[in-house]
């Protein structure tokens, strides 16, 4: 003998109900069969929603009334044959009126009792049974209803009965002794009480119908019919890698549902684990795929991991005192008040240090539960031994569930480490010692975070989803994107990265696509966004809480620069080609720097010197190793190496200037460059990764620009080059009078910078250094005479875009 049940998906309408005849006769051929059905899809919301509008006086009871009565005649009409309508027809219409005139009494009381809500609610499965068994015998069928009433007995806990075992089995003892037809169709989800007063089992409890019958006819398998392929390593509507579970124990399976994996109905493994009756959850609508066995035991498995569940809406109780320590008592008083007051309680956790005791309850029932504890332990709260109870709302629990846990060292490790690397707070920790599950309170907002997050780590071994949000498509954004592109199929292949750019903004547009954004339109999409607000895309970024998310600014704006605390407080990494941040006061780098350190991720700005230069991560690595820098000397701006290794007076130095712009060289106002400025905010940028407090003030700049020079706007700046150029050729006659170039070189020694123009000899380190190059010599305890030197292109769009691409790599990788 087998079971099956059909979930209120699977028989959410005439097309699916047929798919469940076609199964059913399939299943048949194996024997007799009993079906246990759920309601059409959303009737018992839709019933209960009707109850309560009666409650309030709300006449629109009736129509809602109405979409449901049509709703299943419409579907006896798809079902059975025009000449068999009529009496199926007719049970519709009766049961329709039967739930009108309880809700005209719910009405007219305005009241609506736990034994009423029963009562309205159980004609959803009344329903859908009597059609699916008539459908069944005008398919060619026979089939036997049968109502659930009259075989599983109840207490009176309406809402949520308790199943008395043994009068249960008496009963259905009783049925099967006389039960001749192949197959019967049983209601699920509803009982009766000894007085045979409707009850229910519970939202979900068609499951645990289907569970009740299988263990007493002692089946040889009971089938879940639902709309997913079996039970899954995560909920599929959150995490998009989730996978099916092949097979699992039943004490796996009962870690799962308890925690929220919406399959399986909690109480369903019970009836059935003490028969060692299997369980398949197959999906109706992929009836050759395999599901997911539950047995004694399950099948093999690499991960120690099996699945991972949650439960939202709960509160954290926390009874804290010096006057618990070394009492014996105040747990047994807690939970015993707990219990008197009907709560249940979810999760225990309590420090060996018994100073306190956390319990999580269903949050509608903390405010009770607070009343309850602060009477039980008023003495003590008066006398100040104990604090009244302290109420955490707004949390979730996020559940590891595994057999195999417990010849696994490391998970719990590895489990937090991924949850604090990504921002997530863990507010309570809960193991038993079966170290079957591992459970951690997290807050609502960051659990669908928390178990994409989980799931990655144990399970997607394939990649790693990356989140790019970038500011700013000029120059160096576009190229970047352009390279993003270009490596994509490359870093799934080598690294194992999937990186999404799901949000970009420039100073005018912005946009934000969880998916991604398509590289091939990315220009036409953000022409088409919304009205940028930095603030307000800062917003979209922290309310979204991605994991393994990572701002990247390529921009030269203060604006931009000011929100990266925000960003670095919620563990998003930052990637910085924007200088402003690294070189403002010395208080606000430090506090960045501090922040990536506390908050478990990165603050990086390799660009911010020498474009895609190795120099930041050079200097890191000579410090971190224990070197000390001694002395820095570097030729800095890519733009004043170009310059002067152009101009030799044959063209106005104007011209140089204007050429360097074009080919991509310089700022969008070249003063930043020639003034000297830029190159004072690199060389403090690298005093301050040796060490140095340094503040911009503090920096010597020895200029060459005449004052007419920083007047007006761009157009005045050439017109004052122009004017000027009998000064810039005299820079360069002298220079080449004593055989040497013109360097703009900035240095840093014994805690002071300078920057300013030079004359550099042949025998000079800086002198051979042409086109566009950059070159930094670091001076150090292990390099005293002889430099390292890092040297090469720094600057240029492709350049400084391939600088930030590394960046991205290395907080990817965290």
């Known amino acids: 003998m087998q079971v099956l049940k059909f979930g209120g998906t699977s028989v959410g309408s005439a097309d699916n109900i047929k798919k469940v005849i076609d199964i059913v006769k399939k299943r048949l051929e194996k024997g007799k069969t009993i079906v246990v059905v759920s309601a059409l899809g959303g009737t018992t919301d839709a019933l209960l929603n009707a109850g309560q509008l009666a409650a309030q006086s709300n006449e629109l009871f009736k129509e809602e009334l109405l979409r449901i009565e049509q709703r299943h005649l419409d579907a006896v009409k798809q079902l059975v044959p025009v000449q068999n309508q009529s009496s199926v027809l007719s049970l519709v219409k009766k049961m329709c009126n ?46 036997l209803w049968k109502d659930a009433r009259r075989l ?20 259905i003892s009783d049925f099967i002794a006389t039960w001749k037809e192949q197959l019967v169709i049983v209601p699920g989800f509803i009982a009766a009480d000894v007085n045979n007063e409707t009850t229910t089992l519970g939202r979900g409890g068609s499951d645990y119908t289907a569970a009740i019958l299988a263990a007493a006819v002692d089946a040889e398998l009971l089938e879940i019919w639902t709309d997913v392929s079996g039970m899954m390593t995560a909920d599929p509507r959150w995490v998009s890698g989730a996978k099916v579970i092949p097979s699992i124990s039943y004490q796996e399976a009962m870690e799962l549902s308890h925690f929220g994996a919406k399959v399986l109905y909690p109480p369903t493994i019970q009836p059935v684990l003490g028969k060692g ?46 006057g618990m320590v070394g009492v014996p008592g105040f747990s047994r008083r807690l939970f015993e008040a707990l219990s008197q007051a009907q709560i249940n309680v979810i999760l225990i956790t309590q420090g060996s240090s018994e100073h306190s005791i956390c319990v999580g309850v269903e949050a509608p029932y903390a405010p ?48 937090f480490g991924a949850l604090g690397r990504n921002g997530v707070n863990v507010r309570a920790i809960a193991q038993g010692s079966s170290e079957r ?35 700013g498509t000029g ?56 009205t940028a607000s930095i603030d307000e895309f800062v917003n979209i970024i922290l309310s979204k809480n991605s994991r393994n998310s990572i ?89 004043l190496n170009f310059v002067f290794n152009n101009y030799n007076g044959e063209k106005t130095f104007a011209e140089i200037v204007k050429q360097a712009q074009d080919e991509g060289y310089t700022e969008p106002d070249p003063r930043l460059d020639l003034s000297g ?19 911009m003030e503090e920096i010597t700049c020895n200029g060459f620009l005449p004052e007419s020079c920083m007047q007006g706007n761009v157009d005045a700046f050439y017109k004052a080059l122009k004017e000027n150029e009998a000064h810039f050729k005299n820079l360069f006659r002298k220079a080449e009078a004593e055989k040497s170039k013109l360097k703009f070189v900035a240095q840093y020694e014994n805690g002071r910078a300078s920057v300013g123009l030079q004359h550099i000899p042949p025998q000079h380190d800086l002198y051979h250094l042409y086109g566009k190059d950059n070159v930094v010599l670091f001076y150090t305890d292990r390099y005293p005479l002889q430099p390292l030197v890092v040297k090469g292109a720094g600057a240029g769009a492709e350049v400084t875009a391939s600088g930030v691409f590394a960046d991205i790599i290395r907080a990817a990788a965290q």
């Open 98 to 143: 039967e739930i009108e005139d309880v809700c005209n009494g719910v009405f007219l009381l305005g009241e609506l009792s736990s034994r009423t809500k029963d009562r309205i609610a159980c004609f959803g499965e009344l329903l859908s049974s009597q059609i699916i068994a008539a459908a069944f015998n005008n398919a060619g069928i026979n089939a």
């Open 152 to 171: 599983i007995q109840t207490n009176t806990s309406f809402g949520n009965a308790v199943v008395n075992a043994a009068a249960t089995r008496m009963l």
């Open 277 to 322: 009756i299997p369980v398949i959850i197959k999906n109706t609508f992929a009836p050759e795929d395999p599901g997911t066995i539950i047995g004694k035991t399950a099948g093999p498995n690499d991960n120690a991991i099996r699945g991972i569940s949650s439960i939202s809406n709960i509160a954290l109780l926390s009874l804290e005192g010096s």
């Open 368 to 415: 009770k539960a607070k009343d309850v504890v602060d009477q039980t332990f008023a003495d003590e709260i008066t006398m100040e031994k104990v604090q009244p109870l302290a109420i955490e709302a707004d949390l979730s629990i996020v559940a590891l569930v595994g057999e195999n846990m417990k010849s696994h060292p490391g998970i719990s490790g590895k489990m």
């Open 437 to 471: 599950n591992i459970s951690a309170v997290v807050a609502t907002k960051d659990v669908r975070k928390s178990i994409n997050i989980l799931h990655e780590e144990f399970f997607e071994t394939t990649s790693k989803q990356i989140h790019l949000f970038i500011a």
């Open 475 to 530: 120059n160096v954004g576009s190229k970047l994107l352009q390279q993003l592109k270009q490596q994509q199929s490359w870093l799934s292949q080598h690294l194992r990265l999937n990186v999404k750019v799901v949000g970009l903004a420039n100073s005018r547009k912005m946009i934000i696509d969880d998916n991604g954004i398509d590289f091939n339109i990315w220009q036409e999409k953000l022409e088409g966004g919304e």
């Open 551 to 639: 701002f990247v600014d390529i921009t030269a704006s203060d604006s931009v620069a000011s929100v990266y605390d925000r960003l670095l407080q919620k563990s998003v990494s930052v990637v910085a080609c924007n200088k402003i941040a690294a070189s403002s006061h010395y208080a606000y780098y430090k506090k960045l720097k501090d922040m990536a350190r506390s908050y478990n991720c990165l603050f990086l700005f390799e660009t911010n010197v020498g474009a895609a230069l190795p120099v930041i991560g050079t200097l890191n690595d000579l410090m971190r190793s224990g070197d000390r820098i001694n002395r820095i000397e570097a030729v800095l701006s890519g733009t």
């Open 677 to 695: 400025k830029d190159v004072m905010r690199k060389i403090m940028i690298l005093a301050r990764e040796s060490g140095a407090q340094l503040e």
